[in-house]
């Protein structure tokens, strides 16, 4: 598909540079009039940003020069890990699972505990738990399947939502800060070695450290530590998670045996909003912050959507 996407790119007349960097954006007269990258190649023209929601150094270097940004909610837990055959044997309400023939199911779930909402985020069936640290002293984890999804596991993201009034500042980039202390309490559980922190989710209900690793199976690689995952996060937020998967066992029986945790999941969403008016501009002209990573999307598909109006705005040429 990226291969398509790229061809098809190149056959309109665009241009695909791989190993090419921006390191900075070039302002003129408190305008944007292109960019700077690290083959020492400039690009002239408008730009449109699109950046994912980890793209924390573009957000330092925007905020340094001006660009006007906020702030906002975002929402942090953990990856919840099942045997892929209990996840069937639950959905399918059969003993057996899935079979032969039908797909490796999912699940979904949302409700509100302690004020906040509490959800499932990123299922992925028949699949694993990844370290994807990205940052030294930090660990973060994240969720993918095969095309075929017939790992011996499950894994889905269970998040609880916070604001900017969970975060320590009034500061745009105070969410990222945040962000970045749930990474290194994680780094400090798992040993300081980049093993990831998990534990059985009876312990976690029950704050309990049992070492029980035998009872449950986990696909995280290379290495993990069993830790007291309730030390990640704030009291408040602990309590909600808690509920939550409280009530997801409840709306699914046998939920939370045989389940695994590991943490920390803090990446599902943009911490700041870049600011942009009707026509898709910063606040400094010439940049059109759109996407995941400017805060006007929450996903694959809510960011292509704000992506083809950003396309449709410039086509018309206004």
């Known amino acids: 598909m990226i291969e398509n996407m790229r061809n098809t790119i190149i ?5 695909v540079h791989f190993e090419t960097r921006m390191d900075s954006l070039i302002i003129e007269k408190n305008k944007i009039t292109g960019i700077e990258t690290n083959t020492g190649k400039t690009f002239k023209g408008p730009v449109i940003l699109a950046t994912g929601h ?3 150094d573009v957000y330092q270097w925007l905020y340094d020069n001006g660009v006007e940004m906020e702030a906002k909610g975002i929402a942090v837990g953990v990856r919840l890990e099942h045997p892929s055959m209990l996840i069937d044997q639950i959905q399918y309400h059969n ?9 490796a199911a999912e699940y979904s779930f949302v409700t509100q505990a302690e004020g ?24 973060v984890v994240n969720g993918m399947s095969n095309q075929a999804r017939d790992e011996a596991n499950a894994n889905s993201a269970v998040l609880v939502t916070v ?7 009034s500061h745009p980039l105070a969410g990222i800060t945040y962000q970045r202390e749930l990474e290194q309490k994680a780094f400090e559980l798992g040993g300081k070695d980049y093993s990831v922190p998990v534990m059985r989710v009876e312990d976690y209900l029950n704050d309990t450290l049992d070492l ?19 030390q990640i996060f704030s009291n408040e937020v602990n309590l909600a998670l808690k509920e939550g998967l409280q009530l997801m066992n409840h709306k699914f029986t046998g939920f939370t045996e045989k389940a695994m945790l590991s943490g920390v999941e803090s990446r599902s969403s943009a911490p700041v909003r870049l600011y942009r008016d009707e026509n ?10 759109i996407g995941e990573g400017a805060g006007y999307a929450g996903g694959i598909m809510s960011s292509a959507i704000d992506g083809l109006k950003c396309s449709e705005f410039i086509l018309k040429g206004e």
Do not use: H, T, W
């Open 11 to 15: 056959e309109c007349g665009g241009e």
């Open 54 to 56: 980890s793209a924390r």
């Open 95 to 103: 003993k057996n699972g899935r079979g032969k023939y039908l797909p």
């Open 116 to 139: 906040r909402g509490v959800y499932s985020f990123c299922m992925c069936p028949g699949g694993k738990v990844i370290n994807s640290s990205s940052e030294a002293g930090g660990i």
């Open 163 to 169: 604001g900017p009034e969970d975060f320590a500042s």
């Open 212 to 230: 029980k690793m035998e009872e449950v199976s986990c696909s995280v690689q290379p290495n993990v530590r069993y830790a007291k995952l309730s």
């Open 280 to 289: 898709f501009q910063s606040n400094i002209k010439g940049i059109m912050p």
